[in-house]
């Protein structure tokens, strides 16, 4: 079994900072990546934010230059830096991540359970 703790999210003002964390844990062998998406109500999951384990970096569009993601190997963590946020940034934000499991050596993808932001004008 796989988990995933985040923390970080809260209300802050437009023109504000946050900073989101995400742990990863339980029958990890490698992990491949770690990323950030969000959802608001009524709308699909959209990607964020995603980091491998050679530090290659992507993001979306609307979050480059504002957004930074970061991560730990040795501590299997996963950091988002959120500046410059904007009330449409307002979202409940899920953890990801693709590792590989030591029970009987397979790929699997997992979900955090969701840390709401927002973003007040």
């Known amino acids: 079994q796989v988990r995933l703790a985040e923390s970080g999210g809260g209300l802050v003002q437009a023109g504000g900072s946050l900073r989101l964390s995400c742990a990863a844990s339980g029958s990890i062998s490698m992990i491949h990546s770690m990323g950030w998406y969000r959802q608001v109500p009524g709308k699909q999951r959209e990607f964020v934010a995603i980091i491998t384990t050679e530090t290659i970096t992507s993001y979306a569009d609307s979050v480059k230059g504002r957004f930074t993601i970061s991560r730990d190997n040795a501590k299997n963590t996963v950091s988002l830096q959120m500046n410059g946020l904007s009330v449409e940034d307002t979202a409940v934000y899920y953890c990801?991540?693709?590792?590989?499991?030591?029970?009987?050596?397979?790929?699997?993808?997992?979900w955090g359970q969701g840390t709401q932001v927002t973003v007040s004008s």
């Open positions: 990801n991540t693709i590792v590989k499991r030591f029970a009987g050596d397979t790929w699997g993808q997992y």
